[in-house]
């Protein structure tokens, strides 16, 4: 065969279709990655964190976002109002903890909360009690143990501010009393009515102030202000054989049908 008739050299053949494999492979590599990465945010925005910052109980908030949280401000919409920054009580400590739910982190809070509650309800600063209670109600995930107690503590901050009100009444009362015993002494007008309110009035104010410092209130009996009448005293009996001790014997029915009409008075 001439060197003008031979053959040209055979041309490697390249496989169809590897451009396109190498592309959906990448294309399933960033969807992986896709998923893992928004797996990771939605774990991470479920994450909380309790702290202390400068004399103030904070709660973190995990973002949407693998990693990094932001804290909760109190004007948040969803979680300002339960976990807000909250003023510590004086020598007061926290625990820190990272929890990775909200139940949680009201089951920690709340652990806290408790503890300051009873506190200052021992130093009688019912209104910084009744505050750390009403925060407390707000956790939803509480075990039915938190909730007995909480509803315990709230048992007991009710009754003292009842206590407290019963005072105030007392002294209210008191003043009011005071006030009818000048109108009764002054011998007005008024003075009878005020002198019958200030001996109903008296026995109020024991029984206010009685139940105002958790003693045994004394029974209600009720004060009378019109003086005891006396019987009349009885007629002495008259001597026997005297004409007032002999009865006269009753009349017949045909004796007194023919009894004398007695006369009638003369007109004038």
């Given amino acids: 065969m001439s060197p003008e008739t031979a053959a040209p050299p055979a041309r490697p053949v390249r496989a169809s279709g590897g451009g396109f494999q190498r592309l959906v492979l990448w294309l399933l590599i960033f969807c992986l990655l896709g998923v893992v990465w928004w797996l990771a945010s939605e774990r991470n925005e479920r994450h909380f ?3 202390a910052d400068n004399g103030w109980l904070v709660v ?3 973002r949407f976002f693998p990693i990094g949280t932001a804290r909760i401000a109190a004007e948040d919409a969803t979680y300002g109002k339960a976990y807000g ?3 510590l009580p004086p020598g007061s400590k926290v625990t820190e903890f990272e929890y990775d739910d909200q139940s949680a982190l009201d089951r920690g ?3 806290q909360l408790l503890p300051w509650a009873r506190e200052a309800t021992k130093k009688n600063d019912v ?3 009744q505050a750390l209670a009403d925060r407390a109600a707000l956790l939803s995930g509480l075990t039915g143990q938190q909730q007995a107690q909480l509803a315990g503590l709230r048992g007991e901050l009710a009754y003292s501010q009842a206590r407290g009100e019963l005072a105030q009444a007392a002294r209210l009362v008191l003043s009011a009393r005071r006030k009818l ?3 009764r002494d002054a011998a007005s007008d008024h003075a009878l ?3 019958q309110l200030v001996a109903e009035l008296s026995f109020v104010v024991d029984q206010l102030a009685a139940a105002a410092d958790g003693k045994p209130v004394p029974a209600p009996s009720r004060l009378s202000t019109t003086p005891p009448v006396s019987p009349a005293p009885a007629a002495p009996a008259p001597a026997p054989g005297s004409p007032a001790s002999v009865s006269p014997a009753p009349a017949s ?5 023919h009894a004398p009409l007695a006369p009638l008075p003369p007109r004038k």
């Fill in 60 to 62: 973190e908030h995990g």
């Fill in 49 to 51: 964190r309790l702290s």
């Fill in 193 to 195: 009515e005020a002198a």
């Fill in 127 to 129: 209104p910084a009690a």
């Fill in 109 to 111: 809070l709340f652990e």
């Fill in 85 to 87: 920054p909250l003023q």
């Fill in 253 to 257: 029915p045909a004796a007194a049908a």
């Fill in 181 to 183: 015993e000048l109108v």
